[in-house]
């Protein structure tokens, strides 16, 4: 199978699998669990062929997607309270989807307009949009306001396999090679803290002081 196909099921399996553990913490009823497993699994490559203009999009194309969401749901649903910190879990699980999505994002901008550019954008939008959907629904903390790097994984990964593929690595090599990349900045963020230096804020001037 075409790693970069697998790669999406991966994606989606995993961020869907975040999706029903966000709807476990907020103790949902099993549509709860059906939904937000769904719209975390699809939302970002969702936006992804909105945005090339790739319709109609991967799972009414492919409505294997939609069982995979729901296997996923299904399974977390009778599972969650198995875990014993579901939010641990579901930011490690997002690290590995955000790290898939980053490549596979990226190889799919890559080859529908052969731009390094979009690549970069539609590799990152993969990557993060469903989290970002899933924490608005849910009511969680939003991964894009927590202090540990998030969005430069999903960069680094997108541009790791962007330059790879462009300098002639094969094609499964530089997958693999881009996705160890994104998951090592994400999961050196999660473990150690890694953040980049934050705005801080200095008082203007007062209405008086401007001529």
């Known amino acids: 199978m075409d790693p970069i196909l697998l790669l999406d099921y991966a ?23 059906l ?10 490559g969702t936006l992804r ?5 790739d319709l109609p999009v991967f799972w009414a194309e492919n ?11 299904v399974v977390i649903f009778f599972s969650a309270h198995l875990v014993e910190s579901r939010y641990k879990l ?16 990226a190889a799919m901008g890559l080859a529908a307009t052969g ?5 970069l954008v539609t590799g990152v939008m993969t990557a993060t949009f469903g989290g970002i959907l899933r924490d608005l629904l849910a009511g969680e903390p939003s991964v894009l306001l927590r202090p540990e790097i998030y969005v430069t994984a ?3 990964g997108a541009a790791s396999f962007i330059a790879l593929f462009s300098a002639g690595v094969e094609l499964t090599l530089a997958a693999i090679a881009a996705f160890a990349i994104a998951f090592l900045v994400r999961g050196g963020a999660l473990r150690f803290g890694w ?3 934050r705005y801080k804020s200095r008082p203007g001037r007062r209405p008086e002081d401007i001529p």
């Open 11 to 33: 994606g989606v399996a995993v961020f869907a699998a975040t999706g029903a553990l966000a709807a476990s913490r907020k103790e949902l009823d099993f549509i709860g669990f």
């Open 35 to 44: 939904f937000l497993a769904g719209v975390t699994g699809i939302g970002g």
């Open 49 to 53: 062929d909105v945005v090339l203009g």
């Open 63 to 73: 409505p294997d997607y939609l069982l995979v969401c729901a296997t996923v749901a």
């Open 90 to 105: 579901l930011l490690w699980l997002d690290a590995l989807g955000l790290s898939a999505y980053s490549v596979m994002g």
């Open 115 to 119: 731009s390094p550019a979009v690549a």
């Open 154 to 156: 999903a960069l680094a």
């Open 195 to 197: 953040t980049f230096p």
